[in-house]
C-alpha cells in the first residue's frame, strides 16, 4: 500500500484512526473542554502566520536539524506526552517511544500514562522525557523521580496548567471511565472495532500502572476523584524550588501562555519553557498558544518548546519563525498508530519532513535559523 498516496496528510490519518477506535475512546481522546473553541482558535491563529514566497533561490535542501538543551536532532519535532496512551491504541506507550529512539526524537511519558516508566524507559533509550503530575506527598514525589531516572528519563516536563481537573463534557458523554468500565453501550462500541478489540485482550484492559503502587493514598480523599487525581496537587513557587533540587537532569515546565512568570521561571533554573494550551483540554477561555509564543520569546533566551493544534509541516515552521525552538505533536502521533499501527509513525515523521521541506523550498529558508526572516506578517496581531 502507498502510505503517501492514500494518507498524504494528518487529516487522512485522522479520518481513519476515528474509524478504528470505538467511539468513547475517540471521545476521549479527540475532544477538548467546554464548548471546545481552542481547537479552532487555535486552527485560526495557526494560519493568520504567514511567510514571504521566494523566488530566483536557486537549488537547495533544507537543513531541519536543530539543537536542543545539549542534544542535536535531525528535525526539530516529537511527541508530546498523552495520559493514557495505551486506550488509544493497544501498548501506544512502547510502540511510540521504541519509534521515538530509533528516529532519535524525544518521546514525552505522561505520569497518568497506561505504562510505568519502567516499562517505557528502556525502549525510549536516550529519548525518554518524563512528564510529572506533581505528587502531593514528598514520599511519593521522590519516589517517582527516582524510578524515572532509574528507568532512563533524564529530561523531567512538570505540567503546570492543570491546577485543578478540567470537565472534558464531551469525554464524560462519551462514557469513558478509569479504569475503563465496560458497559453495554462501550462494549457495543468495542465489537464494532475488532483491531483495537484484538490488541486491548493481549495487552488487558490499561490502566495508569505508574500510580498503582501509590494507590492506597486515595484513602485520605473524596472516593469519587480517581488516583490519578488524587496524587495531583496545585503546585506553587516552592514545589517548583524542590523540583529543581531534586532532579538533576533537565527540568521543563509545560503550560506557559504569557510571559508574566517567565522572570521567575528563569531564576528557579528550568532549563525549557513549553508554551501550550494542551489542545484546549483544560480551559476554553485560553488564547491560541501561537498567539502567546512571539510575547514569550522575547521574555527570555531559555529555549522554548511549542505545541497545541500543529496539524503539518508548515504548522511546525509557523512556531519555528514566530520563536519556538522545538515543537511537539500529541494527537497526530496518535491517529497515525490507531490508523496503521506500526507504519503510521514513520509514516508521520516522513509526511512531517516531506511538508517542511516542501515549506521551506518555497520561502527560500535554508535552514530552520532562516524561518524568521521569511515571516511576511501575522495577520491581526
Ligand atoms: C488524550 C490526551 C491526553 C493528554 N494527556 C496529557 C498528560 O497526561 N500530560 C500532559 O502534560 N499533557 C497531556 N496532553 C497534552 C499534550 O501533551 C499536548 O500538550 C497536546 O496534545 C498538544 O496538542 P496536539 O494534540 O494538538 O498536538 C494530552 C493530550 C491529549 C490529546
Known amino acids: 500500500m502507498d502510505l503517501d498516496q492514500r494518507y498524504p496528510a494528518i487529516s487522512d490519518l485522522r479520518a481513519r484512526a476515528r474509524r478504528r477506535v470505538p467511539h468513547f475512546v475517540w471521545e476521549f481522546f479527540d475532544s477538548a473542554t467546554g464548548t471546545e473553541s481552542v481547537l479552532g482558535r487555535n486552527r485560526r491563529a495557526l494560519d493568520q502566520v504567514l511567510f514571504h514566497p521566494a523566488i530566483l533561490e536557486g537549488e537547495f535542501t533544507p537543513d531541519l536539524s ?22 488509544i491504541w493497544p501498548d501506544a506507550e512502547r510502540r ?12 514525552g511519558l ?17 529519548m525518554g522525557w518524563f512528564q510529572l503530575y ?21 529530561t523531567l516536563v512538570l505540567t503546570a496548567d ?46 495508569m500502572r505508574t500510580l498503582d503502587r501509590y494507590a492506597e493514598q486515595k484513602t485520605s480523599l473524596p472516593q469519587t476523584a480517581h488516583v490519578g487525581y488524587l496524587i495531583r496537587i496545585m503546585p506553587d513557587w ?8 531534586l532532579w538533576q537532569g533537565k527540568l521543563v515546565v509545560k503550560g506557559v501562555m504569557d510571559a508574566g512568570p517567565v522572570a521567575q521561571l528563569e531564576a528557579a533554573g528550568v532549563d525549557a519553557i513549553w508554551v501550550s494550551n494542551h489542545a484546549g483540554r483544560q480551559f476554553d477561555g485560553v488564547r491560541a498558544s501561537i498567539d502567546a509564543l512571539p510575547e514569550i520569546r522575547a521574555a ?27 515543537v511537539m505533536l500529541g494527537r497526530a502521533w496518535h491517529y497515525a498508530l490507531a490508523a496503521l499501527g506500526d507504519a503510521g509513525p514513520p509514516h508521520l515523521h516522513d509526511l512531517l519532513i516531506k511538508d517542511m521541506t516542501s515549506c521551506m523550498g518555497q520561502i527560500g529558508a535554508r535552514s530552520l535559523a532562516d524561518l524568521s526572516g521569511r515571516l511576511a506578517c501575522q495577520q491581526g496581531a
Open 238 to 245: 516552592d514545589y517548583l524550588g524542590r523540583l529543581r533540587e
Open 110 to 126: 505522561s505520569t497518568v500514562a497506561s505504562q510505568p516508566p519502567e516499562a517505557v524507559g528502556p525502549e525510549a533509550g536516550a
Open 66 to 87: 536543530c539543537s536542543l538543551m545539549g542534544l542535536d536532532y535531525a528535525v526539530p519535532f516529537g511527541i508530546a506526552p498523552v495520559g493514557m496512551s495505551g486506550v
Open 134 to 154: 506533581p505528587p502531593r506527598s514528598p514520599e511519593v514525589l521522590k519516589d517517582m523521580l527516582a524510578r524515572a531516572w532509574g528507568a532512563g528519563f533524564h
Open 96 to 107: 511510540l517511544a521504541r519509534f521515538a529512539s530509533a528516529s532519535g526524537i524525544p518521546y
Open 300 to 326: 527570555t533566551r531559555l529555549p522554548l518548546i511549542f505545541d497545541s493544534g500543529i496539524e503539518g509541516g508548515l504548522d511546525i515552521i509557523r512556531a519555528l519563525a514566530l520563536g519556538a525552538d522545538f
Open 162 to 207: 492543570v491546577p485543578v481537573a478540567s470537565r472534558r463534557e464531551r469525554q464524560t458523554r462519551g462514557g469513558l471511565t478509569n479504569p475503563p468500565r465496560l458497559t453495554p453501550r462501550l462494549l457495543a462500541q468495542v465489537m464494532r472495532r475488532p483491531a483495537w478489540a484484538m490488541g486491548m485482550l493481549k495487552t488487558g484492559m490499561p490502566r
